[in-house]
């Protein structure tokens, strides 16, 4: 449910300017326990491991061993405002406050849309959804960034998009923090530090082309990344992707499913793929993902170990079983379960969820 404020927006010379602002958010509320196998600065840790997490995590943000324990999953406030310029055009400002508790809070996804006659301009800071299990083909199960996929790091992008019939086009360039050690207040890189620093805490930024195709109970999509700003690191640098994904709603089930093919600096490639199904049964949904990696074609890389090629080709997988039961449109009880392979040799990882979740 949406609801309004009248806010004061703008202090001027000539008086004061009111403007008209949206609130929207979600706040969730739960228990978690998790198991997971030591992290990378763990005594004992493989190369595996290090070099696996190093491109893709693998603890899903979980304490090293067994925990478990109530608390918040997400507190969450956005305030969107949009103007009407005139002559088809319109521009439409969103900004968020994440992390809401008695710690304190820090920034969300934030975003300026300018819409044209002949598209729309966007710029934003924000940490994207994973593309396969939480985008297009994620139609049900439990999200596997920093599980089996790579973990998503904050950017600040400008890109542009137009529609061509059902077909929605789209170019970006995107600044991103390092997963490893970057920016973790929900504010991106920063303004001006998008190409500077270390790689502890700036990412490689990338360029994007994509296409979607978005016909009735079809969706598809189609999506073109390269990097620059690559390392001596070769095993974990990236230097472009190639992904696709797409869900079918029939009604009684949707299907989704997808691919994503990285390619690293030094010419291996990180496969991943996914499949996964919904199905609503009334006030209940029920859903199921799967997930593997395959990274193949590492080279050597003596200064950390690395003395064989294809010594860190390794296949990773795991699976997400998901259950939540609307109370009513904006209230829902969610439980959720997910088990990983983080590397090679390594044990299995879990996490279970049980929560309550409302939405305003």
Do not use: C
């Amino acid at each position: 449910m949406k609801k309004s404020l009248i806010a004061l927006a703008v202090l001027a010379a000539s008086g004061a300017s009111i403007a008209q602002a949206t609130i929207t958010g979600n706040y969730t509320f739960g228990y978690k326990q998790s198991t997971t196998s030591a992290s990378t600065v763990a005594t004992g840790s493989t190369l595996n491991q290090q070099v696996t997490q190093g491109i893709a995590g693998g603890n899903a943000g979980n304490a090293t061993g067994d925990a478990s324990g109530l608390g918040i999953d997400t507190s969450l406030v956005t305030f969107t405002a949009k103007e009407d310029l005139g002559g088809g055009m319109n521009v439409a400002a969103e900004m968020s406050i994440d992390g809401l508790s008695r710690g304190g809070v820090s920034g969300g996804d934030s975003s300026l849309k300018l819409t044209t006659t002949v598209g729309r301009i966007t710029l934003q800071t924000y940490k994207p959804v994973d593309y396969l299990s939480g985008g297009i083909s994620g139609v049900g199960g439990v999200g596997m960034d920093n599980k089996v996929f790579p973990a998503r790091g904050l950017k600040d992008g400008i890109g542009f998009d137009t529609k061509v019939g059902p077909v929605f086009l789209g170019i970006a360039h995107m600044e991103q923090a390092s997963t490893s050690g970057g920016s973790t207040s929900g504010v991106g890189m920063g303004l001006g530090a998008g190409g500077a620093g270390v790689a502890t805490s700036t990412g490689q930024r990338l360029n994007s082309l994509s296409a979607t195709y978005v016909g009735g109970a079809l969706i598809a999509n189609i999506n073109y990344l390269v990097y620059d700003g690559r390392t001596d690191n070769v095993n974990t640098s990236y230097k472009d992707v190639i992904r696709a994904a797409a869900s079918y709603d029939f009604g009684a089930a949707k299907l989704g499913g997808g691919v994503s093919v990285l390619t690293v600096t030094g010419g291996g490639t990180l496969t991943d793929s996914m499949v996964a199904v919904s199905v609503p049964l009334g006030a209940l949904t029920l859903g199921a993902n799967y997930a593997q990696e395959t990274y193949n074609g590492t080279v050597v890389q003596a200064a950390i170990g690395v003395t064989t090629a294809g010594q860190l080709d390794q296949t990773r997988n795991g699976y997400g079983l998901s259950a939540t039961y609307a109370l009513s449109k904006r209230t829902s009880l969610i439980a959720n379960y997910a088990n990983w392979l983080p590397y090679a040799g390594a044990n299995r990882n879990s996490e279970t969820n049980l929560l309550v979740s409302h939405s305003f």
